[in-house]
């Protein structure tokens, strides 16, 4: 099934773990994107790839790393999770810079 | 700084029209998006407008003029299935793309 999808759905994790968020596309597409979505805030964006081999900060970035080493990967890991990274996070695609992203289901964390 | 500012949450009847407004102020401006974002999923594409004027899609529609850096989304013959929070992104010089927080749109029998 053509798309993105995200893993894992959702997570409970204690503060100060390691974690990665997985995220795969298989249309071929050149631009990636995590977001963190919380409540009264709109999407914001964490980081990005405009194509395999590069990764660019995105608004809130700390505490956060990523890496795209082929087209259809996009790790998101959280090195040592805090309480206020208890967020949805999405992992988005697009053809390019300047079409419509397509999004994943998101992944629920909650850092305790 | 950058701001993209929509109603937190707007009430509609079923079978009515809604407009859902958006006012923006970017660094730059490369095309206004809207998306529906029904609750615990994703959001998905609706609409995109560059140019001034109404993009017509089916019961909704966008519009936009960038003189005065505004947008609006109008759904007509609204469907229970219709509630939904609707989110509007801009996209920037870098060509970030900047989000409001969103509509919470709810539809009454």
């Known amino acids: 099934i053509a798309g993105i999808t995200q893993a894992p759905t959702s997570q409970i994790l204690a503060a100060g773990r390691r974690m990665t968020l997985r995220c795969t596309q298989d249309?071929?597409?050149?631009?990636m994107y995590w977001y963190r979505q919380d409540l009264g805030l709109g999407l914001r964006l964490i980081h990005y790839s405009n194509t395999a081999g590069t990764t660019g900060k995105g608004e809130v970035p700390d505490g956060y790393s990523v890496s795209r080493a082929n087209t259809d990967d996009f790790p998101l890991t959280l090195a040592s999770a805090v309480p206020s990274q208890t967020s949805v996070y999405f992992c988005a695609s697009s053809e390019d810079s300047h079409t419509e992203a397509f999004f994943g289901q998101g992944t629920r964390l909650t850092v305790v | 700084g950058q701001n993209i500012d929509q109603p937190t949450e707007m009430t509609a009847t079923e079978g009515a029209i809604v407009q859902i407004n958006c006012t923006y102020q970017?660094?730059?401006?490369?095309?206004l998006f809207w998306y529906q974002q029904h609750a615990g999923e994703a959001p998905t594409f609706l609409s995109y407008n560059v140019l001034d004027g109404l993009e017509e899609k089916g019961r909704f529609s966008s519009f936009l003029s960038r003189s005065k850096g505004y947008s609006y989304l109008l759904l007509k013959e609204l469907q229970m299935k219709d509630s939904a929070s609707y989110l509007c992104?801009?996209?920037?010089?870098?060509?970030?793309?900047?989000w409001g927080a969103g509509t919470k749109l709810i539809i009454k029998p």
């Open positions: 992104a801009v996209r920037d010089s870098n060509y970030q793309l900047i």
């Open positions: 249309m071929r597409h050149n631009a």
């Open positions: 970017t660094s730059g401006f490369n095309g």
